[in-house]
C-alpha cells in the first residue's frame, strides 16, 4: 500500500479523483493539501472539507498556498469550467470540519521524515509541493515520487497553444519541482484527454452509488455543459482520476523517460518540456488505455460506494 498525501485544488474533477483514491485499496491518503487553482484557496479548502464531512472521509486537510510560489495574486479562477463554489454550483451548506493548524508545505515536510517511501498526488498547482522543497531540499531524497496532472508534452495546451492550466498557473513551481531531483510521474493532456468519458458512462455509474453517484451526477453537469460549449459532445476527460489510475496500474498507459523542464518567458511561458532519456528521472504517460481506465474507475467506486 503506498501512503500519499492528495495536493488539490478541488474542482469537480478533483472530487470524483477523491473519491476514487479513497476507494482504491492500493492507496493510503494520509492527508489532504489544499492550493488555488480551480477557485481561490479558501473555496478549494472549504470544499475538500465539505467532501470529507459528507463522505465521511477521515482525512486532515491542510491549508496550502493561496499565491503562486513568487506570490503573485490569482484574481480570476475558472468558474466557467467548475462553476462559482468549483463544485459545479450545487448547494454547499455549513461545513463543521475544521482545517488543520499546520500549513501545507510544513505537513509534507513533517510526514515525509516520519513514513518511509511516502508520495504526493499533485492535481493543481505545484505551489505546495515547490514551498515544502525550498523549506527543505531533502525532502526530493525522502519522497518516494511525485505523481501529477498537469503539462501538454506533444498536444496543444487548454489555456494557451503549448500550456496546460495547472502548469501555466505557476510555472516556476512547475519548474522547481521538476529540478529539484525528485522523481516525477507526469499524466499530461497527451494521456487525460485520450480517458473521455460520455455521459451515458457517468450516468449508468452514478444511478449505482447511492449519495456519491447522486453527487457526481449534479457537479458533473456544469463539466459536461463547459466542455459541449468546446465541442466535445457529452463527455468529458478525466483529468484527475486518470493521474490517481496511473499510480496503482501504469500498464494502462504508455510512457516516455527523460528530464522535464518547464518554460517560464515569452509566448511559450508553461509550456511542459521532455528531454527524452532511458535513464531519465521522470516519466511522462503519453497515451493511455481508456477503456480499461474507465473500468477501473467505475469498479472501484462500486466496490465502495454501491447502493
Not at 61 to 68: D, H, I, K
Not at 157 to 175: L, M, Q, T
Not at 247 to 253: K, P, Y
Request: hydrophobic share 45%; glycine share 8%.
Amino acid at each position: 500500500m503506498e501512503q500519499i498525501i492528495f495536493d488539490t485544488d478541488p474542482g469537480i474533477d478533483d472530487a470524483m479523483a477523491l473519491l476514487l483514491i479513497h476507494s482504491l485499496e492500493a492507496l493510503d491518503v494520509v492527508g489532504i493539501t489544499t492550493v488555488f487553482g480551480n477557485a481561490s484557496i479558501d473555496t478549494c479548502t472549504r470544499n475538500a472539507l465539505y467532501m470529507c464531512e459528507r463522505f465521511g472521509l477521515s482525512y486532515p486537510v491542510y491549508r496550502g498556498a493561496g499565491r503562486t510560489i513568487e506570490g503573485q495574486e490569482e484574481t480570476e479562477f475558472p468558474d466557467f469550467v467548475h462553476g462559482e463554489n468549483g463544485l459545479g454550483d450545487i448547494d454547499i451548506g455549513p461545513v463543521n470540519q475544521r482545517e488543520q493548524q499546520a500549513d501545507a508545505a510544513s505537513f509534507i515536510i513533517d510526514a515525509s521524515k516520519q513514513m518511509n517511501d511516502l508520495s504526493v498526488l499533485a492535481v493543481g498547482r505545484m505551489t505546495n509541493v515547490a514551498a515544502a522543497l525550498i523549506q527543505d531540499p531533502d525532502l526530493a531524497r525522502r519522497l518516494h515520487r511525485v505523481v501529477i496532472m498537469g503539462g501538454a508534452v506533444s498536444v496543444p495546451g487548454n489555456v494557451s497553444e503549448w500550456a496546460e492550466a495547472n502548469i501555466f498557473g505557476d510555472p516556476e513551481a512547475a519548474d522547481i519541482v521538476f529540478r529539484s531531483g525528485v522523481r516525477v510521474d507526469l499524466i499530461p493532456l497527451d494521456a487525460t484527454l485520450i480517458n473521455l468519458v460520455t455521459k451515458d458512462e457517468l450516468k449508468r455509474l452514478t444511478e449505482q452509488l447511492g449519495d456519491a453517484g447522486e453527487f457526481l451526477w449534479q457537479i458533473k453537469q456544469h463539466y459536461l455543459e463547459f466542455y459541449s460549449t468546446k465541442g466535445h459532445g457529452d463527455v468529458f476527460p478525466m483529468h484527475d482520476s486518470s493521474a490517481a489510475v496511473a499510480m496503482v496500474n501504469a500498464d494502462l498507459f504508455s510512457w516516455q523517460s527523460g528530464e522535464l523542464s518547464c518554460l517560464l518567458d515569452g509566448e511559450q511561458r508553461g509550456r511542459t518540456l521532455m528531454n527524452e532519456a532511458a535513464a531519465g528521472l521522470h516519466r511522462v504517460a503519453l497515451s493511455a488505455d481508456r477503456e480499461n481506465s474507465w473500468g477501473l474507475v467505475s469498479d472501484t467506486l462500486l466496490s465502495v460506494f454501491a447502493n
